[in-house]
């Protein structure tokens, strides 16, 4: 059973989610915090699976939320919980260790099942809003222009632009004719070499790196 927290200041907003989640079976939400300062306080006795983070909110906010949770309880995901507005924060967030995004309108099935990949390392980028994301980081952090000495071949290039694209590895297969298998290892090659553990991390990184082609994205 996959065990969550919710980080909310809206009360409504967090009985709503826990209603939705603990529905499914394979999920049980153990507590929620109002802000990010609750949180942390509630991490000292419990042991979640994945934190579900709201982004604006009083006293500590998601992204100075998400940098403590990475850096005191690394084996904790973090997914954020985000809305259209919030490009600037989202990015913060996803480079303080963030697994990655949905949007606070995503029905409850999909909202389980981003919960459950992000779980089991398929970190969520919602295919809507990542082209807005990806603009919001090269906005902020201009790409490395020195050579690197990371080899990507021809083939894991085109799946990195997928996942910038918010892509799954079941979309990616279909979109490039391959089984899922295939990509699963083509993407455990990717994080390989480029030294990361997730999709998200993966994109970013190659986005500063310059190792996607902007143009598909």
Known sequence: MIRV????DQEIVRQGLRTILNADPSLTVID????GLDLLEKLKSIEPDIILMDLKMPVMNGVQATRQVRQQYPAVKVLILTTYDDDEWLFDALKSGASG??????PGEKLREAIIGTVSGESHLDPSIAGKVVQA?????PRQMQKTNIDLSQ???????LMAQGLSNADIAR???LSEGTV??????IFSKLGVSDRTQAVITALRLG???LHHL
Do not use: G, P, W
């Open 211 to 213: 190792l996607v082609d």
């Open 5 to 8: 927290v919710i980080c909310d």
């Open 101 to 106: 995004y949905l949007l606070k309108d995503t």
């Open 184 to 189: 699963r290892n083509y993407t455990s090659n």
């Open 137 to 141: 980081m090269l906005n902020q952090q």
């Open 32 to 35: 929620t915090a109002e802000d």
């Open 155 to 161: 083939r894991e290039q085109e799946i990195l632009t």
């Open 175 to 177: 979109s490039l004719f």
